[in-house]
């Protein structure tokens, strides 16, 4: 396949390459979130390794090419929050997590991360865990999911679900990829399982505390399509990948307090159902687009026009779990997100209707730009 493929990695004839000696220098590779819910990188050379994000520049991109800048101001400043090992290129090597900033001094419009870890620095009494399921869709060179046929399609959905077999799944060696990748860098990835529709899959993030979940989320994604290149395959992110009777894409959110988990939690968790039920509309609006294909009522979701919760009911907008219904306390998982969801918008949300915004007087510009 990769004899004669023009869009596989040669990752064989890479390998050569790879082991040459880099004389001391590490190769950063800074990663962000462009205009289109999507991850772009470039790499700079630095002199020596690093130990903490405080040693690393500040760097920029033309934000015009991204969706990010008009071209007459396309400067966008990226900093660093975060720092990974390299699964890919090893050694001392690293993955830089940035924020995007604009040139006078304020977070991008497509900086989500800035605001919710705000919110959840300012409510971090309430020790808010969360914990996402991360569906997506494999598809091949014509766009269509992995392993089905083309221009048509395989059997319907039972026996695809953490499958095994032939026919059943499709596309392991990239998942099991992906988790090493993921294990390597120090994502907080807790587990994977084959989806109900075919050529679909699932890997689970957290529990993570606070703004942790939304970098963790956001760097399992950017490694996920980092590996699928080498296998010549495509992610999907879109929440009804395949129109008709197949289960859609979501982004499922596990969500939990100091107060829930605590004997008795049960009462705040029916509390926040409350508030939650009052801002149904303003969470649908970030939580994803093209999601009112999926949320129908029908293939596990609740309808997006109305709100529900219930104890093992997965056809509701938040689920609880038998076993926390049991004991008393624990967490909730809403359903509602889409797979393409913003995991800094869902989980600041969150935050924002379960216990308050932030006071418009703490809302500080940040310094410009130098």
Same mark, same amino acid.
């Given at each position: ?192 399982? !084959? @989806?109900?529709?075919? *050529?679909?899959?699932? &890997?689970?993030?957290? /529990?993570?505390? #606070?703004?942790?979940? %939304?970098?963790? =989320? ?9 590996? !699928? @290149?080498?296998?010549? *395959?495509?992610?999907? &992110?879109?929440?009804? /990948?395949?129109? #008709?009777?197949?289960? %859609?894409?979501? =982004? ?119």
């Amino acid at each position: 396949m990769a004899g004669t493929s023009k869009t596989v990695s040669y990752t064989e004839n890479l390998m050569k390459y790879m082991k040459l000696d880099q004389k001391g220098s590490v190769l950063a590779e800074y990663i962000w979130i462009d205009g289109s819910n999507g991850v772009r990188t470039k790499t700079k050379t630095l002199s020596a390794p690093v130990k903490s994000v405080d040693e690393l520049s500040e760097w920029n991109f033309d934000g015009s090419s991204t969706g990010q800048a008009p071209g007459d101001n396309s400067d966008v400043y990226i900093r660093p929050v975060a720092i990974y090992p390299d699964p890919f290129r090893g050694g001392d090597n690293i993955l830089v997590l940035t924020e995007t900033w604009d040139p006078d001094g304020t977070p991008n419009k497509y900086n989500y991360r800035h605001e919710a870890a705000r919110l959840m620095e300012a409510n971090a009494k309430h020790k808010f865990w969360f914990g996402l399921e991360q569906e997506y869709t494999l598809l091949d060179e014509y766009d269509w999911p992995y392993g089905w046929p083309r221009g048509g399609f395989p059997g319907p959905q039972g026996p695809y679900y953490c499958g095994v077999g032939t026919g059943k799944v499709y596309c392991r060696d990239i998942v099991e990829a992906h988790y090493k990748a993921c294990l390597y860098a120090g994502i907080m990835v807790s587990g994977i399982n !084959a @989806e109900v529709m075919p *050529a679909q899959w699932e &890997f689970q993030v957290g /529990p993570c505390e #606070g703004i942790q979940l %939304g970098d963790h =989320l956001w760097m399992a994604r950017f490694l996920l399509h980092r590996v !699928a @290149e080498e296998f010549g *395959a495509k992610i999907s &992110f879109a929440p009804k /990948p395949v129109p #008709g009777p197949w289960n %859609g894409a979501g =982004l499922h959110t596990n969500v939990s307090t100091e107060e829930m988990r605590k004997p008795g939690g049960m009462k705040h968790i029916e509390a926040a159902m409350k508030k939650l039920e009052a801002r149904h509309e303003d969470h649908i609006a970030v939580y994803g687009e093209g999601n009112r294909e999926r949320l129908t009522g029908e293939h596990e979701t609740g309808s997006i026009d109305q709100f529900s919760w219930a104890v093992a009911d997965r056809g509701t907008s938040i689920r609880i779990p038998r076993q926390c219904a049991k004991d008393g306390c624990g967490y909730f998982e809403d359903r509602r997100p889409a797979s393409n969801g913003d995991p800094y918008q869902i989980t600041g949300i969150m935050v924002e209707t379960i216990f308050g915004g932030l006071p418009d007087e703490n809302l500080k510009k940040a310094d410009p730009v130098e």
